[in-house]
């Protein structure tokens, strides 16, 4: 039988500002990658988002960022390597901390917005996130954009990667997302969503914004969990897979 993780960007409400749908998303997706307060949540929100996640059975993964509230972790920023060490750390050891007493693990990492794009090809920030895994925790998975750079780099390092596509972001021909200023970048129809991931889990490609087929190999799919479609567009994608014969697998939980 075929398999994929579904994952989804969790535990970003912070104080009065409600994001997303958790309590939906967890019936759904089998990882979470939960908000480590840089880019959004709080620790009363994470900490009732890490409570769900256990009772339900989820993975649990780090969604460390910049320190970028007020843009959502959306904006690029040229961190001194000293303190981009020190803040993934920072925030992989607070999720920890709250993962704990929540009854769960921290199993693996995923950078959030901004870092995430930007590690996937800037080889001395990507090394800085590497190190900082690496010395907080040699074990924890690096989640990575499928064809970056980045992957090989960090499994030299010695990191066990995933690979991710994106179900509801477009991509260009040569496998990058398509950037959130363009047109289209964007995709909201739940069924297209399920059609272009069930394709991708059983071809290993993706049609690109051009038309043209983009050759994919990813073991994670991640569906945002801001989007107002996002639930909707994660039930579809859940049921096509049934229907296809894929089971969604937890990829850090096959880890052991």
């Known amino acids: 039988m075929m398999k994929i993780d579904l994952n989804s960007d969790l535990g970003e409400s912070l104080g009065a500002w409600s994001m997303g749908d958790d309590?939906?998303?967890l019936e759904i997706v089998s990882?979470?990658?939960?908000?480590?307060?840089f880019h959004a949540g709080d620790p009363a929100g994470i900490l009732t988002t890490l409570h769900a996640?256990?009772?339900r059975g989820v993975t649990v993964g780090a969604h460390v960022a910049y320190p970028d509230l007020a843009?959502?972790?959306r904006r690029n920023m040229d961190v001194a390597s000293a303190d981009l060490v020190a803040d993934v750390i920072y925030q992989i050891g607070a999720l920890q901390g709250l993962a704990a007493a929540a009854g769960t693990t921290v199993r693996y990492v995923k950078p959030h917005g901004a870092l995430y794009n930007t590690i996937a090809q800037d080889a001395r920030q990507a090394k800085d996130v590497i190190t900082a895994i690496r010395a907080i925790d040699?074990?924890?998975v690096l989640v990575a954009l499928a064809g970056a750079p980045l992957v090989?780099?960090?499994r030299d390092a010695g990191l066990r990667v995933v690979a991710e596509a994106f179900a509801d972001r477009a991509y260009t021909p040569s496998g990058a997302l398509v950037s959130r200023r363009e047109k289209g970048a964007v995709l909201h129809d739940p069924e297209l969503i399920a059609q272009r991931m069930a394709r991708l889990v059983r071809e290993g490609v993706v049609e690109a914004i051009d038309g043209s087929l983009v050759a994919i190999q990813a073991d994670s799919i991640c569906v945002h969990g801001d989007s107002p479609d996002a639930v909707a567009i994660a039930r579809q994608l859940r049921s096509r897979f049934e229907q296809d014969g894929i089971s969604i697998t937890a990829f850090a939980a096959l880890a052991g």
């Open 31 to 37: 990882s979470a990658n939960v908000a480590c307060g």
């Open 152 to 154: 090989d780099w960090a």
């Open 138 to 140: 040699p074990s924890l």
């Open 71 to 73: 843009g959502f972790g």
């Open 53 to 55: 996640a256990a009772t």
């Open 23 to 25: 309590a939906a998303m």
